[in-house]
């Protein structure tokens, strides 16, 4: 059993910043990837960025060089940086775990954070 916490939202005024974090915890033997969605009510989840072991990151392009991806392995621990933050950036945040746990591979969700920008 895999369990995948988000932390860190909250209420932010434009320009400002947050830092996300999300931790995957119980029988992961490797992590694939681990990425960041986010999505607003009636509206489809969108993929924010997404990091794999190697720390290769990949990001949408609505962050335009505003987030950064980072992850620790060992802690199996993945953070979010956002600056600038916009209001359009408001959303629920959820984080997402591919990992083998022995010969299967599964992708976990967290419950999600949320994100208000608001002044």
């Known amino acids: 059993q895999v369990q995948v916490v988000e932390s860190g939202g909250g209420l932010v005024q434009p320009g400002g910043y947050l830092r996300l974090s999300c931790v995957a915890s119980?029988?992961?033997?490797?992590?694939?990837?681990m990425a960041w969605y986010r999505q607003v009510s009636g509206k489809q989840r969108e993929l924010v960025a997404s990091?794999?072991?190697?720390?290769?990151?990949k990001y949408a392009e609505f962050t335009r060089n505003r987030f950064s991806i980072s992850i620790n392995n060992e802690l199996k621990t993945v953070w979010l940086q956002m600056t600038d933050l916009e209001t359009e950036d408001a959303a629920v945040y959820y984080c997402?775990?591919?990992?083998?746990?022995?010969?299967?591979?599964?992708?976990?969700w967290g419950q999600g954070t949320q994100v208000t920008v608001s002044s």
């Open positions: 997402n775990a591919d990992v083998w746990s022995g010969t299967d591979r599964g992708t976990y």
């Open positions: 119980g029988t992961i033997d490797n992590i694939n990837t």
């Open positions: 990091i794999d072991r190697f720390a290769n990151a």
